[in-house]
């Protein structure tokens, strides 16, 4: 098992930049996909970017593309998501997961949640 911690939400004006970290638990976090997922209000969980056990492969969404970067450092047991160039449509919770499964982009393997960090982008 793993417990993730996020923190570096807030509020920052359009065209602004976030950094989200989130501290992972366990002696196995280098084992696990990591992905970043986001839920406004009144819309569905989306997967925003995601990487692999060694950050050899990463996958981003397409409205996020050019403009987040995730990355992580397994040593310090922390996946990162860097945003830039934020627009009021990334207003989200945002949140950390980790994955048992190897395709970066199976939502459903993702069986471990952080709690999520408030992201909210003023126009």
């Known amino acids: 098992q793993v417990q993730l911690v996020e923190s570096g939400g807030g509020l920052v004006q359009a065209g602004g930049s976030l950094r989200l970290s989130c501290a992972a638990s366990?002696?196995?976090?280098?084992?696990?996909?990591m992905g970043w997922f986001r839920q406004a209000p009144g819309k569905e969980r989306e997967l925003v970017a995601a990487i692999s056990w060694n950050g050899g492969s990463t996958y981003y969404a397409d409205s996020v593309k050019g403009r987040f970067t995730i990355s992580r450092i397994n040593a310090k047991n922390t996946v990162y998501l860097q945003m830039n160039s934020l627009k009021p449509e990334d207003t989200a919770v945002y949140y950390c997961a980790a994955s048992i499964g190897i395709v970066l982009t199976t939502a459903s393997r993702y069986e471990y949640w952080g709690q999520g960090t408030q992201v909210t982008v003023s126009s």
């Open positions: 366990g002696r196995t976090f280098s084992s696990y996909v």
